[in-house]
């Protein structure tokens, strides 16, 4: 169900990004490509630091006396954001791609399956300080006060819906799923499913019991969420229509967010884009211009994204390549 969702919203973003670029013009907006030429492949550079933040958020996700090698999670967050960024997964592929990755390489997998659980709602949990910045922006700048007790609202609804996912994990999210399948399952090897989920559940529980831990790993995920408004801001510099730091900082995170909201269209396709659209004229920038600078910070895609998508493709196969002659014999 899950998967047809995601491949409705990828058609539906699909089809409302091409709707947009026709609408605001191609042949400007490839104008604009142009004229800054090699230069936009800045962009991803800039944007790099942000994948390191958010690997250091996950490394504080696990039990201390069994922490990952640092290079084994910078390439699984690396080929699962890719994942998540350019499959229609709901993000949540991507997430579990994390937690196998780890285990080929001999890692625990009750923590790696916590870590990877508690990560995803550390994600959730650092766009509430993000959208709160990015709405005291709008508000400082004095663009729509409406605009910004909505998305106020927004969040806080989103906080209190995060707040209840962290109330469940703590009391046994696996475990009561398990249980609730098992009454009626009747495999003889459910018992040590359930067992397995309730093990994951004791993980989950001692990360959120290490409190210091825990927040670090939020601040370091919002850290990594605000850099990103680097690339916003040089994106605009290099199409020859710079703005402030702060107006990048307004437009990054609000776009973000509804962006973030959207999840069930991969990659916020055409989401995104109408983001930009609404917020850019608010600090000066033509639609045409805001669509373009869009799509120039997509450029991370191609260079950072498909790598990482590729790469995992290529460990998975020689995986199965190296699993096959035992199933066959």
């Known amino acids: 169900m ?21 609408w605001q013009g191609i042949g400007e907006i490839v104008d604009l490509l142009v004229a800054s030429g090699f230069s936009l492949l800045l962009l991803p550079i800039v944007w790099l630091p942000s994948l390191f933040f958010a690997i250091i958020s996950w490394y504080y996700l696990f039990p201390v006396e069994r922490i990952p090698p640092f290079k084994e999670l910078s390439l699984a967050l690396w080929m699962g954001r890719a994942i998540n960024t350019l499959l229609p997964v709901a993000t949540i592929g991507g997430e579990i791609a994390k937690a196998r990755l780890l285990m080929l390489w001999g890692r625990d997998g009750i923590d790696a399956s916590a870590s990877v659980l508690v990560d995803k709602t550390v994600q959730a949990l650092a766009l509430v300080p993000w ?31 995060i707040v209840g996912f962290v109330i469940i994990q703590r009391a046994g999210l696996f475990g009561f799923i398990t249980r609730f399948i098992g009454k009626f399952h009747t495999s003889d090897g459910w018992g040590q499913i359930t067992n397995k989920a309730q093990d994951v559940d004791l993980i ?10 825990f927040f670090a790993s939020i601040i370091w995920r919002t850290v990594g969420l605000v850099w990103q408004t680097s690339e916003v801001w ?6 020859g229509y710079p703005i402030s730091l702060i107006e990048a900082l307004m437009l990054k995170s609000l776009t973000s967010i509804i962006t973030d909201i959207a999840f069930v269209i991969p990659n916020g396709y055409g989401v995104q884009e109408g983001g930009y659209l609404m917020l850019g004229p608010f600090i000066g920038l033509s639609p045409e211009v805001a669509l373009t600078i869009s799509l120039a910070t997509r450029i991370r895609e191609l260079s950072v994204d498909l790598p990482g998508l590729l790469y995992w493709h290529n ?15």
Do not use: H, Q
């Open 131 to 161: 959208a709160i910045i990015g709405t005291a922006l709008l508000v400082y700048l004095a663009i729509d006060n409406e605009l910004a007790k909505l998305i106020l609202l927004g969040t806080f609804l989103l906080g209190l819906g």
């Open 204 to 213: 989950v529980k001692e990360i959120y019991s290490n409190k210091k831990r």
């Open 234 to 239: 040089l994106a605009c510099y290099l199409l």
């Open 2 to 22: 899950i998967r047809i969702v995601s491949y409705i919203g990828l058609l539906a973003g699909l089809l409302i990004l091409a709707v947009l670029i026709v």
């Open 315 to 329: 460990i998975e196969a020689k995986f199965l390549l190296k699993k096959s002659p035992k199933t066959t014999s």
